[in-house]
């Protein structure tokens, strides 16, 4: 049998977890976008760093002591206006309509005694990467889905008749030790327990006994990877529920290896194991902002991004091969470009590359809304995959973003900065 755990409304279970105030009140969780970074007067905040799992890291900060007002609130001509977006609402914030997404202002409109917390990554990359730990030594064969999820195979680990009582045995683990609410679905099918655990939700476990029964008037929206396009398509087929999916073998082999992949899951015949590729792949971090056209500032903000992205490729220590720029521009135009080199990591490489592909995709005169950056394709210091010809030179850059990378950690990221960053 396969379980599927995720923890409920997580940010603010993680948020209630250290402050029990928080517990049985409406409460959410907000984030803005963290311009912090590129604050010319910054000095010392440090980069946290850990290993929690399969998906693109954020850059963090310990930032617990920010307060509501000094978090969300900008004073523009001595107006206080609420920026931000809810993260991650309470069950019993949900109960009067604040949603994921909304605006806080909104939010607090609809349900002005809500208690609205800046968001505290670093508490939460912890959490997830304690609980992956405590999991694993409950379930051999687990997988980190997402930050808050987590797949388990327990065939020839629990008997499929003692597969419920486990499963809340667990559940009740995890509340004593981690004071966090999970929820988890069951069924003999990976991708059907984790629809299972919506039913679920909040704090209880589901089991799917009847695949095709459980199916059968379920909206093809709650189905996972079933996104607008596909939704779009299967309408035009009449197909609304999943139930009729099953019917339509003919058509969905159709459309070959998607429409295969889609039919076998979602009638829980995909016999899909879970992925053990829990190693991390890629090292990501973006900023959006009010549009900008200087492309001097856009070029320092790529290049203090990058000083991050450095930081937490040689902390892992990863050596990626492949970089990825991104820029996105007002109206909807988005431009992008990706290098894969077989050289070794270095900051000053890393940045040489950047500037390049800056100069390359940049839209002059444009506004630009939004910076990503990431690096994948890690091959380790793996000496034959690598170029020999710049090897003495890459050999040494790579000793000096070491040189630099010790001194950051000891003194904080911004102890050193290029001059390309100034
Ligand atoms: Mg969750």
Redesign the pocket.
């Known amino acids: 049998m396969f379980i599927h755990i995720?923890?409920?409304?997580?940010f603010a279970s993680a948020e209630r977890s250290v402050d029990p105030a928080l517990k049985g009140i409406p409460m959410a969780v907000g984030g803005r976008s963290n311009l912090e970074i590129f604050n010319r007067r910054r000095t010392n905040i440090r980069l946290m760093n850990d290993n929690s799992g399969a998906f693109v890291t954020p850059v963090f900060y310990s930032d617990r002591e920010k307060s509501f007002d000094s978090f969300f609130v900008d004073k523009i001509d001595g107006k206080r206006k609420i920026r931000g977006i809810v993260t991650t609402a309470s069950y019993e914030a949900r109960a009067r309509g604040v949603k994921t997404a909304m605006p806080i202002a909104q939010a607090l409109q609809l349900c002005p005694q809500l208690i609205v917390v800046p968001s505290h990554y670093l508490l939460y990359h912890r959490l997830s990467h304690d609980i992956q730990r405590f999991l694993q030594t409950k379930i051999p064969q687990l997988e980190q889905y997402s930050i808050?999820?987590f797949f388990g195979d327990l065939s020839g680990w629990i008997a499929d008749t003692d597969v419920m009582a486990f499963s809340k045995r667990l559940q009740q683990e995890l509340l004593e030790r981690f004071d966090i609410p999970v929820s988890i679905g069951i069924s003999r099918s990976k991708w059907i327990a984790k629809v299972a655990t919506d039913s679920a939700k909040p704090f209880g476990v589901y089991e799917v006994k009847d695949i095709d029964d459980f199916i059968q008037k379920m909206p093809i929206e709650e189905f996972p990877g079933i996104g607008r396009g596909f939704q779009r398509r299967l309408g035009q087929y009449g197909i609304s529920r999943l139930g009729e999916i099953k019917a339509r073998k003919a058509l969905f082999y159709s459309w070959k290896r998607p429409g295969i992949q889609l039919y076998h899951r979602v009638t829980g015949t995909d016999n899909e194991p879970i992925s053990k590729k829990s190693d991390r792949k890629s090292i990501g971090i973006s900023r959006t902002f009010d549009g900008l056209r200087d492309p001097d500032e856009l070029r320092r903000r790529i290049m203090i991004m990058a000083r991050h992205i450095v930081y937490i490729a040689l902390s892992i220590d990863a050596n990626p091969t492949t970089y990825y720029l991104k820029i996105d521009y007002e109206y909807g135009v988005k431009v992008k470009q990706s290098r894969s080199v077989d050289r070794f990591f270095s900051e000053s490489l890393f940045k040489a590359e950047l500037a390049q592909m800056y100069d390359e995709i940049a839209q002059p005169g444009a506004a630009a809304l939004k910076l990503s950056l990431s690096v994948s394709n890690f091959t380790g210091n793996n000496l034959k995959t690598l170029s020999l010809l710049h090897l003495e030179e890459d050999q040494r850059r790579l000793r000096l973003t070491r040189d630099l990378h010790s001194l950051r950690e000891q003194f904080g990221l911004d102890i050193i900065k290029s001059g390309s960053e100034l």
């Open positions: 995720d923890i409920d409304s997580f808050d999820e």
